[in-house]
Nanobody, 125 residues
Framework: HVQLVESGGGSVQAGGSLRLSCAASGYTFSSGNCIVWFRQAPGKEREGVASVRGGSGSSDYADSVKGRFTISQDSAKNSVYLQMNSLRPEDTAMYYC??????????????????WGQGTQVTVS
């Protein structure tokens, strides 16, 4: 049974930083799988923010967060992190981590992921 638990959300002023964590249980990082951060603001579709592949550690980012956000993984802790710097009000959203046993196709499509966490709220004012 795969479980993803997000933490680290909160309220911050524009220009500030937050670090989100996604702790995975029942899931082992390996070649071919991946964990992705999505976000969803009220009235908007869920959008991919960043992904990291379990084997290579390679990453992808949405254009809107490139240069500001960094995704990383700690295989020993079975965790993925999202360091968010230079936060903007438009980054306000519920942030979710998602995972799949084999990642192929577009990394930023929510329908490609089977496992989801409950989300953590990020508010930037």
């Amino acid at each position: 049974h795969v479980q993803l638990v997000e933490s680290g959300g909160g309220s911050v002023q524009a220009g500030g930083s937050l670090r989100l964590s996604c702790a995975a249980s029942g899931y082992t990082f390996s070649s071919g799988n991946c964990i992705v951060w999505f976000r969803q603001a009220p009235g908007k579709e869920r959008e991919g923010v960043a992904s990291v592949r379990g084997g290579s550690g390679s990453s992808d980012y949405a254009d809107s967060v490139k240069g500001r956000f960094t995704i990383s993984q700690d295989s020993a802790k079975n965790s993925v992190y999202l360091q968010m710097n230079s936060l903007r009000p438009e980054d306000t959203a519920m942030y979710y981590c998602a995972a799949e046993d084999y990642c192929g196709g577009s990394w930023d499509l929510p329908e490609n992921y089977l496992y989801w966490g409950q989300g953590t709220q990020v508010t930037v004012s």
